[in-house]
C-alpha cells in the first residue's frame, strides 16, 4: 500500500526555500495552505523560518517520524538527500527534480545511484522529474501546481507533469472532482502499473484515468489492469502509438504488428477503457459517474429533435450498438398518448414542441422494456421546451432503475441549468450527440468486461519427449547463430505441435526428386531449398502442379537456373518436392513478439495477400478459448470461412485448434519469437500448412 505518499502523516519539503519564485517555496505553500493538518518540515540549510514553519537544517535534524521527503534540489543534490533520507527512516520520496535520465548518460548514471540508495534503504519513489503528489480529500498538495480541484472520487496517475497541471487546471475550471494524482515522471521505481493497483484497491476511488507514454512492467500491467478493472473502470490516454519507431520485421505477422496494436490488445485484455485525448478522457469518465452498467448494447434514443436523433442513431450503429424498436405492449401504450406526429420507433421522437411529460411517458415504459438495455436523452431547447423538467424527470427516472441513462442537452444558456441538475446527480449530459454516444459505447464495452465469467485456458498434453526434441533443435541452432530458421526445422517443430503439413521429402539431384515425387504420388509441387532465400517465389524457387516424372526432372532445373540467375550468392541446398494439396481458403497463423507485452499470436485471411488486405486480429499470449473465437470473428471477410454462394463452411475448430497450439508452444519456449505459417489452407474439415518459418531470439 502507498499510504505513506497518498495520505502521510508528515511530510519533509527538501530544497524549501522562502524565495517566492523557486519551485521549494510553492510546494510548501501549497501543502500549509490547502487543508492539510498534519506534520510540514521545511528543509534548507540556509534558513531558519520559511513561511512562519521552524526550518531544519537536514532531515536528520527533524527529531521526528517523516513519512514523506518532497525532494527539489538540484539532481547532484538528489543522491545525498536521498541516503540521508534513508538513514532517518523516511519510508517514501518524492523527487521533482529534473536533470537524471531524460538529459543523457550523465543523468541515467545519476538516477541509477538515487535508485540503488532508494532499495537500499527500504523506500518507494515516485520521480524523479515530477510534478509530485495531491490528495483532496486531506487537502495535501504535494505539487507544484497552484490549485487542486474539487474532491471527487476519480484518481489519476500521469507519466507527464506538464500535462498534469493543464489536466489539473482543466479539471478546476470545469469543476470535475479528483481524489488522489500522481505525476511519476521518469518512474524510476514507482510506475503506473504501482499506482494503477494503489487506486484498485483504494476505497477513495471509482474511478482509475491514466496518461502513459510507455509502459514498464508489460505482463505485470496487464495481470494489474485485469484485476482493477473488474472492480473499477480504468480509462488510459496511451501516447506515441504512431508505428514510426516499429522495427522492421522480416515476418508477415511482425510487419502488420507493432506497438499501437500491442497497445490495443493489452488494453482489451485488461478491459481498460482507451481514448484518444484529454478531453474525451474526461467526457468518458463522466458517463461512469453512475455507476450503472448495461447490460447488453440495446439502446433507446428519446430525442425532441429529429436531426440530433438521426446523428446519435448513425453514431450509436458505427459503434456497435443495437437499436431496437420498443415492444408492442410499449408501442401501443405510446400511441394512444403520444401526439400522432411523434416517431414511435427508435428513435422516439417525442417532436419539438415536448413538454416534459411527453419525455416521461417514454421513459416509465423504457425503463421496464426488454428491447432497452439503456437510454439517450436527447434535448434542443426550443421554444415550449421546458428543459430543468425534463431533466428533472430524468433524474427521477434514473433513480428508480439500474439501466444507465446518457443525456445530451444541445445549447449553451439555455440548457444550462437543466444540465448542471444531470451533473449534480451523476448523470452524464453532453452537448453533441456524437460525444454522448461514444462515451456511452465506452460504458457497453466496459460493462462486457466487467460481466464477463473466468477465461478457459486451454493446456494440450505435450510429451516430455516431444518438448526435449524441440529444445535440442533450438539450442543447435542458437549456438550456431541461426535466427530465420528453415523450412525443414519450422515444419519438424510446428508438427511436433499438431500442425499438419504435407507429405514431403528433399533431393539434390533430379532423379532424387523423381524418386520422391512418385512416393508421395503426383501432383506434386517443389521448392528451392535455401538457407540464404526467404521468399521463394519471387526468386522463380516455386514450382507447382508438377504431373509426371518430365514435368519433375524439368522443374528441379528450372528452379535451380532461376535462383542461381536471381541470386548468385545464394546457398542452393536442394529441392524440396511436397504433396500437391488444393481446395480450402488460406488464411495466416502467426505469432510475434512485443517488447512490451510478449507474443501476440495473429489470424488472418488471405495467406500470401495478408499484407495488402490486412484483415487481421490479434490477442496477447497466453491466450483464452473466448479470445479466440474473439479473433475469428472480429475480421472482416469471416463470412468466406463460413461459405458464401452454398460452399461448405471451414473447419473453425480447426483454427481454434491450431491457434492455441500456437500461443502453448510459444508459451513453453519463449526463445521462439516469431511464427509465420502462410498460408495455412483451412478446409471444411481440418487443414494443412503449406508453408512455416520461425524466427528465434
Ligand atoms: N538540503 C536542503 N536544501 C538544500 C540543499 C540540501 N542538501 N541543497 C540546496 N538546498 C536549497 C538551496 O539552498 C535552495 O534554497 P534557497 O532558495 O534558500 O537558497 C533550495 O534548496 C533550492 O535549490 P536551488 O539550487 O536554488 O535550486 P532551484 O530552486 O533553482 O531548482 C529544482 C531546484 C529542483 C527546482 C531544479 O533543479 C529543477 O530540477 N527544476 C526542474 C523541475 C521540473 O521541471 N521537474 C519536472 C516537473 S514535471
Not at 51 to 63: A, D, E, N, Q, T
Not at 309 to 321: F, Q, R, S, V, W
Not at 362 to 373: G, Q
Amino acid at each position: 500500500m502507498l499510504d505513506f505518499i497518498f495520505k502521510p502523516k508528515s511530510i519533509a519539503i527538501v530544497g524549501a526555500s522562502a524565495d517566492e519564485k523557486k519551485i521549494g517555496h510553492a510546494i510548501l505553500k501549497n501543502l500549509i495552505t490547502q487543508g492539510y493538518t498534519d506534520k510540514v518540515f521545511p528543509i534548507n540549510p540556509n534558513s531558519k523560518e520559511i513561511l512562519g514553519l521552524r526550518c531544519y537544517p537536514s532531515v536528520s535534524k527533524v527529531g521526528e517520524d517523516i513519512d514523506l521527503a518532497v525532494i527539489v534540489v538540484p539532481a547532484k543534490v538528489v543522491p545525498s538527500v536521498v541516503k540521508e533520507c534513508g538513514e532517518v527512516g523516511v519510508i517514501g520520496v518524492v523527487v521533482i527534480s529534473a536533470g537524471f535520465k531524460e538529459t543523457g548518460e550523465e543523468g541515467a548514471r545519476l538516477e541509477q545511484e538515487v535508485v540503488e540508495l532508494v532499495k537500499k534503504y527500504g523506500m518507494r519513489m515516485v520521480g524523479p522529474n515530477c510534478l509530485g503528489v495531491f490528495n483532496t480529500e486531506i487537502g495535501m498538495n504535494a505539487t507544484f501546481a497552484p490549485d487542486i480541484p474539487p474532491k471527487g472520487r476519480v484518481s489519476f496517475f500521469s507519466q507527464s507533469g506538464a500535462l498534469g497541471v493543464a489536466l489539473i487546471d482543466w479539471a478546476i475550471g470545469s469543476g470535475f472532482g479528483l481524489g488522489k494524482f500522481v505525476s511519476f515522471g521518469n518512474k524510476a521505481d514507482l510506475n503506473e502499473t504501482d499506482f494503477l493497483e494503489y487506486f484498485g484497491q483504494d476505497a477513495d476511488t471509482d474511478i482509475i484515468l491514466g496518461y502513459i507514454e510507455d509502459v514498464k512492467e508489460g505482463r505485470r500491467f496487464i495481470e494489474v489492469a485485469t484485476e482493477v478493472a473488474k472492480k473499477k473502470p480504468v480509462i488510459i490516454i496511451k501516447s506515441g502509438t504512431t508505428e514510426a519507431g516499429a522495427r522492421a520485421a522480416s515476418s508477415h505477422t511482425g510487419a502488420l504488428a507493432g506497438s499501437y496494436r500491442a497497445f490495443t490488445e493489452a488494453f482489451r485484455k485488461a478491459g481498460i477503457i482507451r481514448v484518444e485525448g484529454i478531453k474525451e478522457l474526461f467526457e468518458v469518465a463522466e458517463i461512469f459517474k453512475s455507476r450503472k452498467f448495461p447490460t447488453g448494447e440495446k439502446l433507446l434514443i428519446v430525442t425532441n429533435a429529429g436531426g440530433p436523433g438521426i446523428i446519435a442513431a448513425d453514431t450509436a450503429e458505427k459503434n456497435g450498438l443495437k437499436l431496437y424498436p420498443l415492444t408492442k405492449e410499449s408501442i401501443n401504450f405510446l400511441v394512444e398518448r403520444l401526439p400522432p406526429t411523434a416517431a414511435l420507433y427508435n428513435p422516439v421522437d417525442v417532436i419539438g414542441d415536448a413538454p416534459s411529460e411527453r419525455y416521461l411517458l417514454v421513459l416509465e415504459k423504457a425503463v421496464f422494456d426488454p428491447n432497452v438495455d439503456g437510454i439517450c436523452v436527447i434535448l434542443t431547447p426550443q421554444a415550449t421546451t421546458d428543459v430543468e423538467n425534463v431533466a428533472k424527470v430524468v433524474v427521477e427516472k434514473a433513480k428508480k432503475t439500474e439501466k444507465p441513462f446518457v443525456c445530451c442537452f444541445i445549447g449553451r444558456p439555455k440548457v444550462k441549468q437543466g444540465t448542471l441538475h444531470l451533473k449534480q446527480n451523476d448523470i452524464a449530459c453532453y452537448d453533441d450527440p456524437v460525444t454522448a454516444i461514444k462515451a456511452y459505447s465506452k460504458l457497453v464495452y466496459y460493462a462486457k468486461h466487467k460481466n464477463r465469467g473466468e477465461d478457459e485456458f486451454v493446456r494440450f498434453p505435450i510429451p516430455d519427449e516431444v518438448k526435449k526434441e524441440i529444445r535440442l533443435i533450438l539450442e543447435a541452432l542458437r549456438d550456431a547463430g541461426v535466427t530465420v530458421i528453415g523450412e525443414e526445422n519450422s515444419m519438424k517443430i510446428l508438427s511436433l505441435y499438431g500442425i499438419k503439413f504435407p507429405k514431403r521429402g528433399f533431393a539434390k539431384t533430379s532423379d532424387e526428386a523423381v524418386k520422391i515425387a512418385e512416393k508421395i504420388g503426383y501432383p506434386v509441387v517443389m521448392k528451392v531449398n535455401s538457407p540464404n532465400i526467404v521468399h521463394k517465389t519471387d526468386v522463380g524457387g516455386v514450382k507447382i502442379g508438377l504431373k509426371d516424372e518430365k514435368e519433375v526432372r524439368e522443374a528441379f532445373l528450372e528452379i535451380t537456373i532461376n535462383v542461381q540467375r536471381a541470386m548468385p550468392s545464394a546457398y542452393i541446398k536442394g529441392v524440396n518436392i511436397y504433396e500437391m494439396v488444393s481446395g480450402g481458403k488460406e488464411v495466416i497463423l502467426g505469432v510475434t513478439y512485443d517488447y512490451t507485452f510478449g507474443h501476440m499470436v495473429m489470424f488472418g485471411l488471405g495467406g500470401v495477400y495478408v499484407e495488402v488486405l490486412k484483415d487481421v486480429s490479434f490477442r496477447i499470449v497466453p491466450i483464452s478459448k473466448r479470445e479466440v473465437y474473439e479473433m475469428l470473428s472480429e475480421i472482416k471477410g469471416i463470412k468466406l470461412l463460413e461459405g458464401v454462394r452454398g460452399e461448405k463452411p471451414s473447419d473453425k475448430e480447426d483454427l481454434v485448434d491450431k491457434i492455441l497450439k500456437l500461443s502453448q508452444l510459444v508459451e513453453d519456449f519463449p526463445v521462439i519469437k516469431e511464427i509465420d505459417i502462410n498460408p495455412y489452407l483451412v478446409k471444411d474439415k481440418g487443414g494443412v500448412a503449406l508453408d512455416a518459418r520461425i524466427i528465434i531470439g
